[in-house]
Nanobody, 125 residues
């Protein structure tokens, strides 16, 4: 399993943007799709976006579609999630996860194998 470490969380004002990073170690990131999840206080964890083994395949949930961009740099074993036009509803702990994939797609519904600890995002004025 990969070890994943997120960073980039911060306190931002509504309308602002953030780029979150997820650095992987202990394996070859090329073999994995990456998912970003978030958990708001008092709520269940929810998926936000995923990216296949390369940059060519991405999926987003409706709530962030058009505001978020998921990407990855396999050479640096790092994945990213940029969210713009942040809203208070985007507040939560953002966690990246990795899933070993045979193909180049990713899933918003299938289980992931490795999880990070998360980075905190607070959207407030």
């Amino acid at each position: 399993q990969l070890a994943l470490v997120e960073s980039g969380g911060d306190l931002v004002q509504p309308g602002g943007s953030l780029r979150l990073s997820c650095v992987a170690s202990g394996g070859t990131l090329d073999d994995y799709s990456i998912g970003w999840f978030r958990q708001a206080p008092g709520k269940e964890r929810e998926v936000v976006a995923c990216i296949g083994r390369s940059d060519g395949y991405t999926q987003y949930v409706q709530d962030v579609r058009g505001r978020a961009t998921i990407s990855r740099d396999n050479a640096k074993s790092t994945a990213f999630l940029r969210i713009g036009d942040l809203k208070p509803g985007d507040t939560g702990t953002y966690v990246c996860a990795a899933r070993r994939e045979r193909y180049s797609t990713c899933s918003l519904t299938q289980p992931y194998d490795s999880w990070g600890q998360g980075t905190r995002v607070t959207v407030s004025s």
